[in-house]
């Protein structure tokens, strides 16, 4: 089975990865376009979930709450945090959209706290460069694991073109904390301009998982472990929201030792 799950190219479904699919227990992820005045309902779940507004402005209601017009952004790579609401399991929810918009939808399991749903602004959120040189990236924790949830890790990566990222290689796939933790984990992609592509490589330590793959806008990589870089060619920045989840809920990596001497000063 390949990693990449490519994306649909017309419809209101762009991309979705379940358990199931991914042959895997925790991250879900789906990503919807919608035209303007289009609303959709989403079933109450076992599962807490992570509405991100990726871009345009959307009603989103969960429960006895609702908030209107939630995001501000039109575009992945304008240089402004996202908007996302919170809904923990048991909660159907409501989304329509104003105008042309983009919703990211993370699941993984719940864990039976007690916690309402929450709307995530800007000012919630936690904005950082990482890297230097061509491996320079930026950063937007979304949902870290700061923030209160049962298994989900959410954040978002500009890349700029020519430049590497989740890179030096890093993995997260054996229960060593504090050294390293389990973290299944999905990658949705946005190439700008649309017409261009990423490279994303995972591999593990032994070679047993070794697959390099040509990513284009919108397309999914599943990373059920090992290591995971990408790199953005000449003339084509990238995006890409990560979700993040696993029997405990936090992000401890290892490097590749063999590129672990660049970040050396």
Known sequence: ??????????????????PASAKWQHVGFAAFRFEPGERMTFAASDRERCLVVLQGRLDIAAGAAAWSEVGRRDSVFDDVPPHAVYVPPGLSVTVGAHGHAELAIAS??????????????????TRSVRGKGSNTRYICDILPQTA???SLLVVE?????GHSSSYPPHKHDRDLI???SVLEETYYHRINPPQGFAFQRVYTDDRELDETMSVEDHDVVMVPRGYH???????????????MAGPRRQWHFRNDPAHEWMLED
Do not use: F, Q, W
């Open 229 to 243: 870089p990408v790199v953005m060619p000449h003339g084509y920045d990238g995006y890409y929201l990560n979700v």
């Open 1 to 18: 089975m390949s990693l990449l799950v490519k994306a649909a190219r017309s419809g209101r479904k762009i991309v979705e990865v379940t």
């Open 178 to 180: 504090p050294e390293e």
């Open 108 to 125: 993984a399991p719940g864990r039976g706290s007690a916690r309402g749903p929450r709307l995530i602004g800007p000012d919630d959120m």
């Open 157 to 161: 990566v500009r890349t700029p073109a």
């Open 148 to 150: 209160a949830a049962d």
